[in-house]
Nanobody
């Protein structure tokens, strides 16, 4: 059974930092591209950042570029989303997800519809 366990969320003041972790089991972690998404009540799931299977390529949405950094440690089957300079509008439930690229192992995507596996989400609240 594939499991993605997201953790590290919490309450932080504006300008603060958090590091989210996504620990995977039940899959060949190094074969899967990963993504982080977020969702607030009443809105659809929004892409945040994604990373290729090797970790050599990453992408971040403009709203978080320069503040969030996605990395992965394939030896530990874990990905990390370092979030700095947090803003109240970053408040959401954050989800990690994984998919296996069919043809190109260097691929990555911010499109949630192609992801095969999802974690349970971790709440991030940015408030003073």
């Amino acid at each position: 059974e594939v499991q993605l366990q997201a953790s590290g969320g919490g309450l932080v003041q504006p300008g603060g930092s958090l590091r989210l972790s996504c620990a995977a089991s039940g899959l060949a972690f190094g074969d899967y591209a990963l993504g982080w998404f977020r969702q607030v009540p009443g809105k659809g799931r929004e892409g945040v950042s994604c990373i290729s299977a090797s970790g050599r390529s990453t992408y971040a949405e403009d709203s978080v570029k320069g503040r969030f950094t996605l990395s992965r440690d394939n030896a530990k089957n874990t990905a990390y989303l370092q979030m700095n300079s947090l803003k109240p509008e970053d408040t959401a439930v954050y989800y990690c997800a994984a998919y296996k690229p069919k043809y190109d192992q260097s691929a990555y995507s911010i499109d949630p519809s192609i992801y095969d596996f999802w974690g349970q989400g971790t709440q991030v609240t940015v408030s003073s």
